[in-house]
């Protein structure tokens, strides 16, 4: 097995400049870093974690809590941040909440009594006193996509609104006249956006009332039930906009059973660009977030303040973009 000593010896330089790579500190040539790390892929070295944490009080791994693992969006986002993680030296430890406030709070109290280097947040459950705890201990943080209203906390999230609106004019320009949407559950910030962008488009149409919004969780089975009771209520909805695309694939099966046909008698519009969605028939024209961007900004932020102590708030809102599919295609 090799040993640093080795690393050194094949790249030329000191002990001390392999270990000074090894834990990015201090200034080194571009060169020598290069010829360090190629040093270390040669040789397979693992640099002794356990020595490397107690020399500096550090553990190299970063806790990442999510809500659901069912959900395809969290883990291309989980990959996104572990890559980031690998790369710099980091192990990820995986979170799943299950959306249920007592898991996540047991996840934080566990994770506050060991030693991990940041946590990366993703959850509509959190609270201000769970954030003020972390903030307390100095652990640093950074939330995505489900975040409070108002907060101090590096955040990342897209533009939820614009891309409601995105989606409810596009029902409107393809034809569609009681357009219907089926928004996350109320305590969820970016769900809220989303409607708000669709309410921005209808809430003027002589039509439109707030019957015609119905509430599910993040969920094929929800989606499909809340669906089933949208066309009871309003048999007469040619457009759904819903607020993510596992909801919309539940929509679909709904729509399905309903008789209606995608997309000339019923038009369909989900939310995150999820690749379930291209592989349903048909497949579902959707509003798509950078998933694996947004996983890679989150650790480099995080990575910001722990290597570099940079505890500056930064909030970040990235772009949306619109995905047409057979869904919409009338």
């Known amino acids: 097995m090799a040993t640093i000593r080795d690393v050194a010896k094949k790249a030329g330089v000191s002990i001390a400049t392999v270990s000074r790579v090894i834990n990015n500190k201090g200034t080194i040539r571009k060169e020598t870093k290069e010829t360090v790390q190629q040093a270390i892929k040669d040789l397979a070295y693992t640099p002794n974690m356990v020595a490397r944490g107690l020399s500096n009080r550090r553990s190299y791994a970063v806790a990442l809590i999510v809500p659901t693992i069912t959900n395809p969006f969290f883990p291309e986002m989980a990959r996104a941040v572990e890559d980031i993680a690998r790369e710099n030296g980091y192990n990820v430890l995986l979170c799943n909440t299950d959306d249920r406030r007592d898991r996540l709070i047991d996840y934080i109290d566990s994770l506050s009594s060991q030693y991990v280097d940041g946590i990366i947040i993703n959850s509509h459950n959190i609270m201000r006193e769970d954030l003020q705890k972390l903030k307390s201990l100095g652990i640093p943080l950074v939330m995505m996509d489900r975040v409070l209203q108002d907060h101090d906390f590096t955040s990342i999230t897209v533009k939820n609104r614009e891309g409601g609106r995105m989606a409810t004019e596009h029902l409107v320009e393809v034809g569609c006249k009681r357009i219907a949407h ?5 305590d969820t910030l970016n769900a809220t956006h989303r409607m708000w962008g669709y309410r921005d488009v209808v809430s003027n149409m002589p039509w439109f009332d707030p019957s015609w ?26 457009g759904i906009f819903c607020s993510n695309d ?30 379930m969605s291209r592989l349903t028939v048909p497949s579902i024209t959707t509003i798509q977030q950078p998933i694996y961007h947004m996983g890679q900004l989150a650790m480099k932020e995080l990575l910001k303040q722990i290597e570099e102590r940079n505890n500056e708030p930064k909030k970040f809102e990235l772009n949306v973009d619109f995905v047409l599919r057979e869904s919409t295609m009338r």
């Open 246 to 275: 596992l909801i919309a694939i539940g929509a679909l099966k709904a729509a399905y059973e309903w008789g209606k046909k995608i997309p000339n008698e019923l038009a369909i519009v989900g939310f995150d660009g999820i690749d």
């Open 213 to 238: 919004i119905g509430m599910a969780e993040f969920s094929v089975q929800s989606g499909y039930q809340v669906a089933k009771e949208l066309f009871s209520r309003h048999p007469e909805i040619d």
């Open 182 to 186: 089926i928004s996350g559950l109320e």
